[in-house]
């Protein structure tokens, strides 16, 4: 089996990795997700989401919004069909 080696990076003495620039650029992220499987590190990119584009995005039955028992209870309900 042939294994794509990729870029040889160094950690220095407080643990960071330099990811290289045209890693970043081509995975277009800031923030990752690092897991451990074994011996091998994961770092899975997180993309960036807007609050704005999660407006509208569930449904419930609440009267205001600043009451957060009321937000909560309505939350737990579930979305409104």
């Known amino acids: 089996m042939v294994r794509n080696i ?3 990076v160094r950690m220095d ?12 650029k ?4 800031r923030l990752f997700v690092l897991e451990v499987e074994g011996d091998v590190i994961k ?3 997180l993309r960036e989401v807007k609050l704005t584009d999660l407006f509208d ?3 419930v039955e609440v009267r205001d919004f600043t009451d ?3 937000l909560r209870g309505a ?6 069909p």
């Open 43 to 45: 770092l899975v990119p």
């Open 75 to 80: 939350l737990a309900r579930g979305p409104v």
């Open 6 to 8: 990729g870029v040889v």
């Open 13 to 24: 003495s407080q643990g960071r990795i330099v990811v290289p620039a045209h890693v970043r």
């Open 68 to 70: 957060t028992h009321e």
């Open 57 to 59: 995005s569930i449904g």
């Open 26 to 29: 081509k995975l277009g992220a």
